[in-house]
């Protein structure tokens, strides 16, 4: 019972993998790509993850994977948060669709261009 | 024209996909590497035809996110306890590395 529920745990982790990487593909942008992928690449390892735990339960490996889990759930944001604020200061545009650019208004409210479309 | 690219993007993850579970005689571990091998494939991609080096950075933090995975499907399948060793020092690796790579991106230094 528990190892097929490790096993769903697993595969159903996988396939959130595989939905965050077909984000990365498809995804016009450098933040669209950033808000598809890191959530579902982050969940999804998360499912792997816990399912080793289940896998192995209160031993050492699975303890580990708890660890992981909250290791994970920590940093990931933070480094996409560095990573979309290091975009935006290095000059990449937000694609043509965008609505709006609050971040470019905050910080200087005459440079900032009015995006079209 | 746009509707070709979707067709052929679905029909070549969908078959690789079809291939390894329907097709393969191997066994239920090697299957579940072959479908994660899929993704790293896929943020791959974004690596060798990122417009931006923005991009890149993107694509590699994903990569080492999906990297802490198959390790944990290694730690499974070969019962050995390290593989989640290597799991967390490679998160904590690619973690310092992405922070870094921001750091690079906006253009300052490293002890700003």
């Known amino acids: 019972m528990t190892d097929l529920l490790s096993l769903i745990f697993i595969v159903v982790g996988i396939t959130f993998d595989l939905f965050g990487s077909i984000g990365l593909i498809r995804m016009p942008d450098i933040y669209n790509r950033l808000q598809a992928s890191t959530k579902c690449v982050t969940l999804g390892t998360c499912g792997i993850l816990f399912g080793v735990f289940l896998k192995f339960g209160f031993t050492a490996a699975g303890v580990k994977a708890l660890v992981c889990i909250i290791f994970l759930l920590l940093t990931a944001p933070v480094a996409a948060h560095a990573l979309a604020r290091g975009a935006h200061r290095s000059g990449v545009r937000p694609c043509k669709g965008s609505a709006c650019d609050k971040y470019a208004e905050d910080n200087s409210p005459a440079a900032a261009k009015p995006l079209k479309g | ?112």
Not at chain 2, 15 to 35: E, N
Request: overall charge positive; some cysteine.
């Open chain 2, 1 to 112: 024209m746009k509707f070709l690219r979707w067709l052929a993007g679905m029909i070549f993850i969908f078959g690789l996909i079809f291939l390894i579970f329907g097709y393969l005689q191997v066994s239920l571990q090697t299957k579940l590497m072959l479908y994660l091998l899929i993704c790293f494939m896929l943020s791959l991609v974004r690596v060798f035809r990122g417009p931006t080096p923005a991009d890149r950075s993107v694509a590699t933090d994903i990569f080492g996110i999906l990297v802490i995975g198959f390790c944990a499907i290694l730690a499974v399948y070969t019962g050995k306890d390290w593989y989640m060793d290597i799991a967390i020092a490679w998160g904590l690796q690619s973690f310092i590395g992405v922070l870094a790579l921001a750091k690079f991106l906006e253009g300052r230094n490293f002890d700003d």
